[in-house]
């Protein structure tokens, strides 16, 4: 597949010229080879989640389908994990750039951190927590990017200052707008979402005001927005407001080459704006997603549930999280399993998964539509006819 070019700035990380989209990192599964892969192969940035990856592996899932053996369930992860990378730097065939997103609140954050590195990925990054650690945790792989995913400044400064300690700098920062991105978002509370200095021209001028602050120049560390983008005037506008480049997650689940069933890319594809809620994760962080059946049924026992809520036994023995309201009975968190519902939605289950998505409308509204012709989209308003591209490139 031929590369795809643009009129607009590159985006450099570790002496890469990418184009300046990327796919974020989307579990359980939702973005695993397939999907990076192909992002990566047409010169951009793809990105797999690492959270449970076993799921796409059929002969790991019959070794621990059914098991309450924690080792066992994160030995299967890592070997998805290092053939999920694999994969999926073969089918980028060295174009563009395939990363890991890794959750900084799963319990096996650090073992999932060393086995991307170890696989080959080409950029490690971490959301759902403050990745303080990451620069000791990669020390053995200076070649491997590393990028938080922060939403505000004061959360950049930290990381920054806590860093430059360490002598290391972020190869680039994921910015996500809790107001319009899907899954775990940066806000501690659910009231906290669409707070104004959460909004891009705001997020964006005060992080370069902190970058100027530590004496670092803006194009050192490229900042890439995320959370609602679905035009080209967007991309446009949020390049001239200082980002790099922007990402994407429910748009490209919904891809031809999404990684998760074709009926989790319907419900998202298919959800009105009065469907999309927001909630709180078993994680303690608020998520947006659809109000599919289960997750109606649940939000409606919710503050029961939470009045009842007490400590008790992993319900699958997987103890996939560092705190888990469930698991250890926090009131003020979600009261479910959240690697089972999200497992259910990987595999289609309308009734009983829990589908991750953002407020916006899609580019192609429901349609599904190849990655390529997103990113065309994205980089210059236009879709052109199948195989234009290839042509022009030839
Ligand atoms: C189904 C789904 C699962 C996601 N899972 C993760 C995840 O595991 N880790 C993460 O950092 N972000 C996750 N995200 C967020 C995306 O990477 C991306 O930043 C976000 O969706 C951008 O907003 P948009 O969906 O409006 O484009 C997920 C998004 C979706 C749609
Ligand atoms: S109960 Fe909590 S820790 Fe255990 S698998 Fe479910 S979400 Fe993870």
């Known amino acids: 597949m031929a590369v795809l070019q643009t009129e607009l700035k590159p985006l450099h990380i570790k002496g890469r010229r990418l184009l300046p989209i990327v796919q974020g990192g989307m579990g359980v599964g939702v973005s695993a080879h397939r999907l990076a892969g192909s992002v990566a192969a047409l010169g951009a940035v793809g990105t797999i989640s690492s959270v449970d990856l076993r799921r796409h592996h059929p002969d790991l899932m019959a070794q621990t389908g059914k098991s309450r053996d924690k080792s066992l369930i994160d030995n ?7 053939r999920e990378v694999k994969a999926a730097l073969q089918l980028a065939g060295g174009q563009g750039m395939v990363g890991v997103n890794i959750m900084r609140a799963v319990a096996e954050y650090a073992a999932y951190v060393r086995q991307a590195c170890e696989s080959g990925a080409q950029a490690v990054v971490v959301g759902a927590g403050l990745p303080l650690d990451l620069p000791e945790l990669t020390a053995e792989h200076p070649g491997v990017a590393l990028m938080p995913i922060l939403s505000d400044a004061r959360g ?61 120049e803006r194009e050192k560390i490229p900042l890439i927005a995320a959370g609602g983008v679905n035009s080209h005037e967007q991309v446009r506008g949020l390049l001239d407001l200082g980002a790099s480049a922007v990402q994407l997650g429910t748009a490209f689940a919904i891809t031809e080459e999404g990684d998760a069933h074709s009926n989790f890319k319907k419900v998202l594809a298919e959800a009105k704006p009065e469907d999309i809620v927001t909630f709180m994760s078993v994680a303690g962080l608020p ?43 926090i009131a003020k968190a979600g009261q479910f399993c959240i690697d089972t519902r999200l497992a259910f939605a990987l595999e289609g289950d309308v ?40 042509r022009a490139a030839a």
């Open 156 to 216: 950049v400064a930290l990381v920054l200052k806590k860093w430059m300690r360490k002598n290391r700098l972020p190869d680039a920062i994921v910015i996500e707008n809790p107001k319009h991105a899907a899954g775990h978002l940066g806000a501690a509370r659910i009231e906290d979402v669409d707070q104004p200095h959460f909004a891009f021209p705001v997020v964006l001028e005060s992080t370069l005001q902190v970058l100027h602050e530590l004496g670092l």
């Open 287 to 329: 998520a947006r997603g659809v109000r599919t059946p289960w997750l109606a049924n649940y939000l409606d026992k919710e503050e029961k549930l939470q009045r009842k809520a007490g400590p008790k036994e992993c319900t699958v023995g997987f103890d996939c999280l560092h705190q888990c309201g469930l698991r250890d009975g």
């Open 351 to 390: 009734k009983r998964g829990l589908f991750f998505r953002g407020s916006e409308r899609l580019p192609f509204g429901s349609e599904i539509r190849p990655v390529r012709e997103l990113i065309e989209f994205l980089l210059t308003g236009e879709v052109s006819p199948a195989g234009a591209w290839e």
């Open 76 to 82: 299967a992860n890592l070997v998805a994990l290092d």
